[in-house]
């Protein structure tokens, strides 16, 4: 049922988790699952309403009841419900992160609803992917939903208004935030992440991704190189060692040198690297000291599905996100943290439904989380949910395991 704790019923949705000393606690897994008692309401309108809209058509309804909600002024009201407890506070970055959990980029695509979004009680929003030009993406339908599954196929193809009209909108964003700081209001962190514009071909990506990066690194608190969306022809191969490289170095020393300070730099990957490929980005990162890695963007992959192969492949090519990708995506996870410096940040996305996948990732070692096709099924509540979840649990269930042997 739509809106119901996807990883208690759905073995793939909580990958295995290592038996360590810091695992919750019987009474905190069942306070942390009390707070994430399903959505009544938002499940009764999915499976009545969106469930049977198509899929874009209600993202955009929702952003709209959403940006509706702010100037009624509906969201102050709900931030007192929804504000991340004070002890979920983390330091990354530099900076201070309101919650570890925050909402992994594709479905702000252009800052328009940054603010009603984190008063949701997201600690940050990282809006893209945006490139230099504005493109309208690919054609509808390119957003998909398997049920089954509660899961998302896209190949949205990174539609966006392009880095200056985007820019235009984070500043007065960015006011904004100053002002609920000096007001002691919930106020979130701001990632952006950048990749190619479509019709720029692969030996250009540098210079298009520097146009982005010299409009949008100022009013970023961190910056992400998108090089993994499937839906781009060629993008991909930007993570080839060789490539990706000249990328980040050029782009980190360009969003420095515009924003006038340090634009903590990250770079996020598809979960479809095989391992050594995996190994050389880490080993790339750190080469560089670049701040950070974003694992996973979707996957091409079509494993793992309890979907019907017709549904699968009538809703056709694209990246899969949800559920099915949460083993993997733990993987990728396991497997930098293993291999980059300690104070590299990694933010983990890819199947996160619970407080519990949250606190598992955290334990893996990573430093933040994020997550999307969850908010679809589960409603605008589910952040909240997972924020009580996470205030439920003693806190060595959200500390990072110790490396052993
Ligand atoms: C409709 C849709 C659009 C997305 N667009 C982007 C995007 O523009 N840039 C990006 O880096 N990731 C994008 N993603 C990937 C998500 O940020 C995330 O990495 C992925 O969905 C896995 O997380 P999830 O299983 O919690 O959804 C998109 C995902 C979906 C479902």
Redo the contacts with the bound molecule.
Sequence with gaps: MPGENIAAENPAASAPSAATPSEPTRAARRAATAAEAPDPLYSFLFRRVFSRMDPEHAHHLVVRGLRLAESLGATRLLEKATRPAPELERHVLGRRWPSPFGL???FD?GAVAVLPLAALGFGHVEI??VTAQAQSGNARPR?LRLLQDRA?I?R?G?NNDGAEVVRGRLDEVRHRIENLKSAGRHAPLVGV?I?KTKVVPLEDAVEDYLLSARRLAPVADYL?V?V??PNTPGLRQLQDIEALRPLLEAVGREADSVARRHVPLLV?IAPDLADEDVDAVADLVADLGLDGVIA???TISREGLRSSRQAVEKAGAG?L??PV?AARSVEVLRRLRERLPEETTVIS????VSAEDVAQRLRHGADLV?????FIYQGPLWVRRINRGLAAMAPECLRRETRRG
């Design positions: 992994a980029a594709g695509k893209g992917t957003l998302l896209n949205m990174f992440n990749g992400v998108n993994s969306s996020k996973t963007n979707t990246g996100s949800g990708l996305v890819g199947g996160v994020q997550g999307y096709s969850a």
